[in-house]
């Protein structure tokens, strides 16, 4: 830290000095303009790869570490709030600090950005895969970056546990959500529960425990002063107010294709079934994975089953919430059912359609949640229950990249007796994947390559190695 420059006489200030300790608060009272966050969540948007992990931690390294808009305890306040969230939690996340800075436009804009590129990603994607799926090339750029994407889950997961497990307490926390998920299947919600009940009550009995010290590496303060953010009285003409305009936003699209195309076509049954997920599925993309996959693929046969995991693997490979693989479910349903429409016409109404109701309800629980989530940001017993949620997210984050590693480099898996955790069957290896995994590990823990850099030489690994007719899928 530079040290405090020696008092200098009541005079005009020389250009370039460094400022003497009284007036050091005015810059840290100054929210940058909305431009510049318009900007910066563009650029954050495009970094979004590997899951909510790597997503969150993006956010920590631009907005926290680097730009320092926010503190660390306001940023892990608010993502505390979001876990607790049905749907995808760095999304919301990124509404909640937009919305910090800049009030509603704010977190509206951040929020949208967040997830815009990996529409249009993912939705190039799901046009190609219908009509080259098939081809060599495809399948070999994709499992090239499948690979990449388990390596990138598991330096996210290192650095959102740095900054979260502060104690042994919360570790512990940690452990035994993962083994709580990874070995018995536990519901999420009921993970989020005990660990909320656990964190409360170290905070009543220990509160050391559930403490978040700076950590050394943290660097100067934030500029922008807690005072400074955005607030908002939580009334109940504005609750009323928000709640009846994300409604309306919400609902319209739906009834407007149900009127148009009839109460039995796959865009109806789209937009009311993912409208229903979207408040359900709490834990993250893969939570909705096992509940959108048994309707998908079972009661209304919209895909394949192995075509849902190809669908998970796209969706890991672009920027956004991993969420978006409903994307990919909502485009295959409609162009092989499309009604009275053109298959591609049908494909992409059902694609926007479906991403419209799966992200509308998030900006709602956010922009109604926060003004209130924020007047209780010095609550004591609140702090200490969301602390415990946080640390056990951390293990459910691990759990998620266990499944996801198993499944990415084994083709096979089989359960352990009465346990719910999956083992790999060892013959049934990916030696091209496993390969591109490690070479990514390299590129992220050794060389600090950035997250799309690794990326696309992982793909290209992919694309020589099912080019010289090596097997990749």
Known sequence: MTPEPTPAPATAPTPGAEPAPEPAPAPATAVPPFRTAVRAWFLVSLQT?????????????????????????????????????????????ATYVGWLLH?????????????????????????????????VAVTALFAGLAPAVVAIVAQAVQRVARRALTGRALVAIAVAAFLALALFAVPFPVVVLVAGLAGWLLGRRRPAAVAHPAPADDGPPPVIADDALHAERPTARRTL???????????????????LTGAGSTLTQQGLFF????VVTFGGAYAVLAYVAQAAVTTYGWLAPGEMVRGLALAETTPGPLIMVVQFVAFLGAFRAPGGLDPWTAAVVASLLVTWVTFVPSFLFVLLGAPYIERLRGNRSLSSALTGITAAVVGVIASLGLYFAVHTLFSDTGTAGPLALELPDPTSVRPVAVVIAAVAAVLLFRLRWSVLRTLGLCAALGLVAGLAGLPVG
Request: proline share 5%; net charge positive.
């Open 241 to 259: 107010t928000v709640l009846a305009v994300g409604l309306l936003a919400w609902g319209v699209p739906v009834a407007a294709v149900a009127l």
């Open 49 to 93: 790869f590997g899951g909510p992990a790597g997503q969150i931690a993006v956010m920590q390294r631009e907005l926290v570490d680097e730009r320092r808009w926010i503190g660390q305890r306001r940023f892990l306040h608010a993502m505390n709030y979001c876990m607790l969230l049905p749907g995808p939690e760095a999304q919301q996340l």
């Open 275 to 278: 409208s229903g997920a979207a």
């Open 103 to 135: 009030g509603t436009r704010g977190g509206l804009v951040a929020g949208g950005l967040f997830v815009l590129p990996g529409v249009l990603a993912l939705l190039a994607l799901s046009a190609v895969y219908v009509a080259f799926g098939s081809t």
